[in-house]
């Protein structure tokens, strides 16, 4: 019963292919994220949903498009990837998107060859 | 849009040693703080967080100060243990959580 899952947990590729990561939250938030952590561990935040609606779209290439199917999913998908996409991806969620806790999955570590 | 910085990006500390970490952030507007630890290969984790409206949380060896007028708050660790080691991020949330560029601890014993 894990609360945040994204899968799969690693990924390799090679460069110009499409790939999706899925993750799932049975915590019952209405907010989820998706943040990209580089070699040197910054956390970059790159989307922001609630209630299954796009609330943050940070300067991220259009290869990159996040999809919620319901407010428990958030899933991403991203086009003709690149040598400089490698990098863990990280699904979070909390309660709202103001002032609260966020709970992570696992990451996805992602290596374009 | 908001601009978090975080002080030390490594620091090293002898067990038993106290460590703090110092993050400053730009938006006025923020009204949570929270602090997350991320061990080698594994998620951030929340260890203790504070709002807006209280200047200090202590939680075991753990604490956070919060000083509103000069947008920055700190980290304490007391009696550092090597379990500690980790990378250490501060976060600020408005309306999205932004977080600093972390901070390498070691505590050596």
């Known amino acids: 019963d894990t609360a945040v899952s994204q899968t799969p947990k690693y990924l390799v590729t090679q460069m110009g292919n499409d790939k999706s990561i899925k993750c799932e939250q049975n915590?019952?938030?209405?907010?989820m994220y998706w943040y990209k952590q580089d070699s040197k561990k910054f956390l970059k935040i790159m989307f922001s949903?609630?209630?299954?609606?796009?609330?943050i779209n940070e300067t991220v290439p259009n290869r990159f498009s996040p999809k919620s199917p319901d407010k428990a999913h958030l899933n991403l998908h991203i086009n003709s990837l690149e040598l400089g996409d490698s990098a863990v991806y990280f699904c979070?969620?909390?309660?709202?998107?103001?002032?609260?806790?966020?709970?992570f999955g696992q990451g996805t570590r992602l290596t374009v060859v | 849009g908001e601009n978090v910085e975080q002080h030390p990006s490594t620091l090293s500390v002898q067990e038993g040693d106290s460590a703090v970490i110092k993050c400053t952030y730009s938006?006025?507007?923020?009204?949570?703080f929270p602090w997350y630890k991320q061990e080698l290969g594994k998620r951030p984790q929340l260890i203790i967080d504070?709002?807006?409206?209280?200047g200090e949380k202590k939680d075991q060896r753990i604490a956070v100060t919060l000083n509103k007028t000069a947008k920055h708050f700190s980290l304490h660790i007391t009696e550092t243990q090597p379990e500690d080691s980790a990378v250490y991020f501060c976060?600020?949330?408005?309306?999205?959580?932004?977080f600093g560029a972390g901070t390498i601890l070691r505590v050596k014993s």
């Open positions: 504070i709002r807006s409206n209280v």
């Open positions: 915590l019952g938030h209405d907010t």
């Open positions: 976060a600020v949330t408005n309306y999205k959580l932004v």
């Open positions: 938006d006025s507007a923020s009204n949570y």
């Open positions: 949903y609630n209630n299954k609606e796009l609330i």
């Open positions: 979070a969620s909390s309660p709202s998107d103001r002032g609260s806790e966020a709970f």
